[in-house]
């Protein structure tokens, strides 16, 4: 990694949508391009707290469990096929926005990358995007790639 890189430690928020897939390739080859660490982060959401029966939320905390390491295997494949490995790769829990900034801060990242759009659907639209909410709140640098 040169000294004089315009970014020394990209963040790459994965979710698994088609516009994170692309985030996904858009990062890595920034990496590559800049000798950049990378680093790679997925979010599970809060389980709903819906009346139901308890072996249906854990259920459901398994599925999204399995989901997120699913596509960071994924992402760890590819990053491998572009000769990078990830600095480190993490699986947090809660609101996603939230989330990508304050580990953006913790791990000292001076760049995000993520896509437009994740698998938020309708409520991202009505709410506001993640990546409106990271790109106003981030201590860095943010690229929102489409």
């Known amino acids: 990694m040169s000294e004089s890189s315009i970014f020394k430690y990209i963040l790459i928020a994965f979710d698994g949508s088609e516009s994170s897939r692309k985030s996904l390739d858009t990062g890595l080859a920034m990496a590559k391009a800049f000798?950049?660490?990378?680093?790679?982060?997925?979010?599970?959401?809060?389980?709903?707290?819906?009346?139901?029966?308890?072996?249906?939320?854990?259920?459901?905390?398994?599925?999204?469990?399995?989901?997120?390491?699913?596509?960071?295997?994924?992402?760890?494949?590819?990053a491998k096929i572009r000769g990078l490995d990830f600095e480190r790769a993490d699986i947090l829990v809660g609101h996603v926005a939230q989330n990508i900034i304050n580990h953006a801060k913790t791990i000292q990242c001076d760049l995000i990358v993520m896509g437009h759009s994740g698998r938020s659907g309708v409520w991202g639209a009505f709410l506001g995007t993640t990546a409106e909410k990271v790109s106003r709140y981030a201590h860095c640098t943010v690229v929102i790639v489409r």
């Open 35 to 78: 000798g950049a660490k990378v680093a790679l982060l997925s979010v599970e959401e809060y389980v709903p707290r819906v009346p139901g029966e308890i072996g249906e939320v854990k259920e459901e905390k398994e599925r999204q469990n399995e989901y997120c390491s699913g596509i960071q295997r994924e992402a760890r494949e590819l």
